[in-house]
């Protein structure tokens, strides 16, 4: 049941952090205060995006069980609002007047939780329609 709708939406996810663990250190040019090493804060923030996109791909290969998948849903869903949180606490705090131009990465988590939103959406109406064949039964 990998082709399921909610499974596109998982992985289109996971790509989006996946790209983001990756280059994260490389594509934004950033100074985090609230960490001792801007360094580390760069490893951090590529930790997390790292875990978010694992979250997405284990969630898509548990299709059979549709409970765990909610929960792996809105865990990663959690893991990306703290993502934001923390982007825009480092966005506050950077020296300087104008930081709008940077501040725009701060939203690349956002797709993900819609993406996960509309996934988990999915997950339960896919659970929802398992139950109610089992009631016929």
């Given at each position: ?58 969630t898509i290969m548990l299709y059979k069980k549709r409970s ?54 999915l997950i339960k109406k896919d659970d929802d329609l398992v139950k109610s064949v089992d009631r016929f039964r």
């Amino acid at each position: 049941m990998i082709q399921r709708k909610q499974s596109i939406y998982l992985f289109l996810s996971g790509i989006i952090s996946s790209i983001f663990a990756m280059n994260f250190d490389k594509l934004f040019d950033i100074q985090l205060q609230w960490l001792s090493n801007p360094e580390k804060g760069d490893y951090v923030f590529s930790l997390a995006f790292f875990f978010s996109a694992l979250i997405s791909f284990l969630t898509i290969m548990l299709y059979k069980k549709r409970s765990l998948q909610i929960k792996l849903d809105w865990l990663n869903i959690i893991l990306n609002v703290l993502l934001i949180g923390s982007f825009v606490y480092s966005l506050l705090t950077l020296p300087g007047e104008n930081n709008s131009e940077k501040g725009i990465w701060a939203l690349v988590p956002l797709a993900s939780i819609v993406l996960l939103s509309i996934a988990n959406r999915l997950i339960k109406k896919d659970d929802d329609l398992v139950k109610s064949v089992d009631r016929f039964r």
